[in-house]
């Protein structure tokens, strides 16, 4: 990971500036609490959509639109952000939008208006998306290098963190404070982090020489681009995919884009996100096991809590707290162990163990019934949060440590792609798949279900007995109805049965990329024999700190 000396200005890449800001881990906790915030923000508003749609007397469509341009327009930012903070420096580009963020999160629960309300929210996920890209390239320019790997640990937990404590939190603010508080802890917490952005960077000139030559066109094209098609995959579950025109225009015209943005950088003299950073074997790799990552980690941000809301018929603050004691908390003592092992073993063995965990939990949940409750899904979240500790912050530092520093701003953009695309297309997925799984698995027992076939009828006969003792004029009639939604929830539990193999088969494609990954160039991320320090490390600090 050394720094190319024939590198060009227009695309510099961090280095470790450790004395630059007069307090630098006022920096470095500004940007975690800002990735802790979006992610946080954006999971509360998926998980208290059904509270915010009753709370705003919005229909279903209105609903899914809402949350669409909450994080849609977090994506049309988050890529350029990293370039942005480089030439404008962190205090613009995350101090000033913090505050106004915490505006709009006080104003956004008064409004009624719905145009009014979209274009806020719309706003609102902007000046979200500026909290998080910036992150990497703020904990190598102010910290030392031996503090990285912790920082860096921090960032990359904060994605299973806030899928395990964010169900029990929207339950703890919907049943005590108030559904306006899902917006409202921006309120609180956006101006701190304002404050550490001021106390923990210093006052940079504006970067004239990157902003003459900026490459705005790529910027916009990109951003658009995959807003787009984020738009049209969030939508597509709902309208139906190709059978909708505006499902097929926002992803065709999304397409589109993306593709004149892969002209644009092949043409422009000096582009902002030139895609040839990908074409390293090890980089390639690691983005691609990022991406099944995030799709096996579904098993835990998707399939548990909402089997527990569908089948078991639990509300978010009665589920949250298998997530929050069995998922969120063991992570306090996992991240460490994680750390240690990182500095002393190749990544490629800590991403093996961390998806073996997924594959296991997957494996696992295959085995569920309509009669699991919630305590029966205790060891798949422990070995699910084992997975999420021992496996995204690895597969990081495997791209960083093959990542030339040269072009970090241009590798910035793509992992917040895989990050937030990789995430959406996962959703969309697990929701589709879900959805038609369902329906062949109700057809399916619907043919072992006909009228007049004597286990059917026995059936009918002891529901009915059951019914008429409530009155014998509906009684045949909830009858048939229970029988039916009997048939309905085992057809979802047998979807939920098919969403877990493909997550543990997504976890054994992810081993299998892994295995290709090849060994790392010497760099800061070198693990280093037990109790040993090397020299090579010892010269890098001191060159660059």
């Known amino acids: ?179 306006q508080w899902l917006y409202w802890q921006g309120v609180v917490l956006a101006p701190l982090m304002a404050l550490m952005v001021y106390l923990g960077t210093p006052a940079e000139p504006v970067n004239r020489t990157l902003l003459r030559n900026a490459d705005w066109g790529g910027m916009l094209l990109l951003g658009s681009a995959v807003s787009m098609i984020y738009a049209g995959l969030d939508q597509g579950n709902r309208l139906d995919w190709l059978q909708s025109g505006t499902v097929v225009a926002l992803l065709g015209g999304g397409a589109v884009l993306f593709v004149l943005f892969l002209v644009n950088e092949a043409l422009s003299p000096q582009p902002w996100a030139h895609f040839n950073v990908l074409f390293s074997r090890n980089i390639g790799l690691s983005l691609a096991v990022i991406l099944l990552y995030t799709l096996t980690s579904l098993s835990n941000a998707s399939l548990v809590p909402n089997f527990l809301a569908t089948i078991t018929q639990l509300r978010p603050e009665q589920s949250g707290s298998l997530l929050l004691v069995y998922g969120a908390l063991p992570l306090i003592v996992l991240v460490p162990l994680s750390i240690w092992m990182l500095r002393h073993l190749d990544p490629r063995i800590v991403v093996v163990l961390g998806l073996g965990a997924f594959a296991a939990a997957n494996l696992l949940g295959t085995q569920l019934t309509h009669a699991w409750a919630r305590e029966d899904f205790i060891v798949i979240v422990l070995l699910q949060s084992f997975g999420q500790a021992f496996t995204l912050l690895p597969i990081i530092i495997l791209a960083l440590s093959n990542s030339d520093p040269a072009r970090a701003t241009s590798f910035a953009a793509y992992i917040q792609i895989m990050r937030l695309g990789g995430a959406e297309i996962g959703v969309a997925l697990m929701g589709t798949w879900l959805r038609v799984r369902e329906q062949v698995h109700s057809a399916y027992l619907g043919l072992n279900i006909q009228s007049g076939d004597v286990d059917v009828a026995r059936a009918l006969q002891r529901l009915t007995g059951y019914f008429a003792s409530h009155g014998t004029g509906l009684a045949k009639a909830r009858a048939v109805g229970t029988l039916a939604a009997q048939v309905q929830r085992e057809a979802n539990v047998l979807a939920y049965l098919d969403a877990f193999w493909l997550c543990f088969w997504l976890a054994i494609a992810a081993l299998v990329l892994t295995a290709l990954i090849t060994r790392a160039p010497p760099g800061p991320f070198s693990p280093a024999p037990l109790g040993l320090r090397t020299n090579w490390l010892r010269r890098f600090r001191a060159k660059f700190t």
């Open 1 to 179: 990971m050394a720094p190319s000396e024939n590198a060009g200005e227009t695309d510099r890449g961090p280095l470790s500036r450790g004395g630059l800001a007069a307090h630098p881990l006022f920096a470095v906790g500004a940007v975690l609490l800002g990735s802790f915030l979006a992610n946080f923000d954006s999971r509360l508003t998926s998980v208290g959509l059904p509270d915010l749609r009753g709370a705003f007397s919005l229909g279903f469509d209105e609903g899914a639109w809402l949350s669409t341009a909450a994080i849609g327009s977090q994506i049309l930012i988050a890529p350029a952000v990293a370039w942005l903070a480089t030439v404008f420096g962190l205090r613009r580009v995350l101090g000033v939008p913090s505050l106004v963020y915490a505006a709009l999160s006080l104003i956004i629960p008064f409004v009624r208006d719905y145009p009014t309300l979209i274009v806020l929210a719309i706003l609102h996920g902007m000046l979200l998306g500026t909290f998080v890209p910036a992150t990497l390239m703020i904990i190598f320019r102010n910290l030392p290098i031996r503090w990285w790997l912790p920082a860096i640990s921090i960032y990359a937990i904060r994605v299973g963190f806030a899928l395990d404590t964010s169900t029990s939190l929207v339950g703890f603010y919907v049943e005590h404070l108030g559904w």
